[in-house]
């Protein structure tokens, strides 16, 4: 029987290009831990009871400046989970945890662009009347919920690739099931024998 590759043979990346692109992954995983908190914190100004002036500044820097940056580290993280995962022994769909954490960042990075970045303008244009004229015009409550949504999310994917809960899919068994008995004591249990193959994520 013949199987999809990402599922039974993956292309190993040679050690020098697999640590690379894990650096790569894991600057655009703080990156976008960063800007989710630079959000939060402007959230709470803009959405709070403080000076208009500030409020009005904290919901134009949201506007103008941070979902760009969110996306790019989201596609950044995506683009190199995906090397990352089809590159190495984890694949992309053999293990639950690497599964959850590919359906995490997709669901993410949607958001940012379905959800978030359409309204950018219009948090923008609040924040300038409400720094020009100290009135509210529009209802931008509903600005904390992204970054908590997003640090929540990001968290539970950091936790993921630290544990590797869960064993594998149905994919992962029937791969395992199939392999050679040396490929099979390589990597009974899923989670790897050393930590130099285990940082895909």
């Known amino acids: 029987m013949t199987r ?23 600057l655009g995983v703080g990156a976008w831990l ?4 630079m959000v939060g914190i402007m959230a709470a ?9 500030d409020r009005g500044l904290a919901l134009q820097v949201i ?7 969110m996306l790019a580290a989201g596609l950044i993280v995506l683009a190199t989970g995906l090397v990352l995962g089809w590159g190495t022994k984890w ?4 293990f639950w945890w690497v599964a959850v954490k590919l359906v995490v960042n997709v669901v993410l990075v949607a958001l940012i662009l ?3 970045m359409p309204g950018m303008a219009e948090v923008r244009t609040i924040g300038e009347i409400l720094a020009a004229t100290g009135e509210l015009v529009g209802d931008v409550s509903d600005l ?3 970054p908590a949504v997003s640090l929540t999310a990001l968290t539970i994917a950091v936790v993921l690739s630290v544990y590797k809960p869960w064993g594998r899919t149905r994919f992962g068994r029937s791969d ?7 490929q099979r004591g390589r990597s009974r249990t899923g989670r790897g024998a050393s930590t130099s193959s285990s940082g895909s994520r």
Request: no cysteine; aromatic share 4%; proline share 8%.
């Open 45 to 53: 100004v803009g959405t709070g009871t403080g000076d208009a002036a």
């Open 63 to 69: 506007g103008t400046y941070l979902a760009g940056p």
């Open 91 to 94: 694949g992309l769909v053999r």
């Open 144 to 146: 904390r919920f992204p």
């Open 34 to 37: 960063g800007i989710d908190v």
């Open 176 to 182: 395992y099931r199939t392999g050679s008995p040396r």
């Open 114 to 116: 379905l959800v978030l």
């Open 4 to 26: 999809n590759s990402t599922t039974s043979k993956p292309v190993r990346l040679r050690p020098g290009v697999r640590k690379a692109v894990l650096v790569l992954h894991l």
